[in-house]
């Protein structure tokens, strides 16, 4: 199981929101590359990158940021979201030299472009479910939708989507612990394999979730705990590949 961590990236600094919202942020850089080395340096295997501006545009705006992580750690698989909407947008990302494109609030409304995605880009697409009490958000969760995150992910599954990031809106940034039996439900009913996100805050996070991994947890995916101390990046991630046999 992956140890992710997330670069959240706004107006070109490096921030954490709490809850989604925007005017709630905190800043924790100015330069994303390096905030990239820190992560690289701890023996993290792969990166979580949010373009936030680009979330809300619905097209990107920190993709100078991304393009510029992805050059200068070539061997790093790098995941984004955030603002990607086209197949353009996509193939931007993949020769700027990203592993995989997040597909959050298109998947949402536009179910069919995630399987003509898939197809244009195979082995890239990841698609981004954020949940409000097991509903899905869309439009960096400015709307609550009526559909279940659990029905819309068994509607990707046999596009060819490589993973779900499945993000518990009510604790992301909240530092409350993440919702595992709502990750796990979605791992096992949507038969995608799911990298939580939102509320891990510790090493018992961590421990949870490598406990029930192969059930259908990739990764976890951390951000306020890493930039505020209470979780270690190498230590989290030598714990569960303790855990899962890696």
């Not at 790093?76 to 931007?92: F, V, W």
């Not at 809106?169 to 979605?186: C, F, K, P, S, Y």
């Not at 505020?228 to 991630?237: F, H, M, N, R, S």
Request: aromatic content about 6%; hydrophobic content about 45%.
């Amino acid at each position: 199981m992956l140890v992710i961590p997330a670069i959240d990236l706004k107006d070109g600094q490096c921030v954490r929101l709490r809850q989604g919202r925007m005017d709630d942020s905190t800043v924790f850089g100015d330069d994303p590359v390096s905030m990239a080395k820190r992560w690289v340096d701890a023996g993290c295997r792969r990166l979580h990158l949010v373009d936030l501006n680009g979330a809300f545009a619905g097209e990107p705006v920190n993709g100078e940021a991304v393009t510029a992580i992805a050059k200068a750690f070539p061997g790093l698989p790098i995941q984004i979201g955030g603002g990607i909407r086209t197949l353009e947008t996509i193939e931007h990302y993949i020769k700027a030299g990203v592993s995989y494109v997040i597909i959050g609030t298109k998947a949402v409304k536009e179910p069919e472009f995630v399987k003509e995605a898939c197809q244009a880009f195979p082995g890239t697409v990841i698609v981004g479910l954020d949940a409000q009490d097991g509903f899905v958000a869309t439009d960096g969760w400015a709307e609550v939708s009526s559909v279940k995150a659990v029905d819309l992910a068994k509607q990707f599954k046999d596009d060819g989507v490589t993973s779900i990031v499945y993000t518990d809106i009510a604790r992301d940034g909240m530092m409350q612990g993440v919702n595992v039996e709502a990750t796990l439900n979605l791992a096992v009913e949507g038969g995608i394999p799911v990298i939580a996100s939102g509320g891990v805050t510790n090493i018992e996070d961590i421990r949870a979730l490598s406990k029930v991994a192969g059930q259908g947890i990739l990764g976890a995916i951390t951000g306020r705990a890493i930039y505020e101390g209470t979780l270690d990046v190498a230590e989290a991630q030598q714990l569960a590949d303790e855990l899962t046999g890696a």
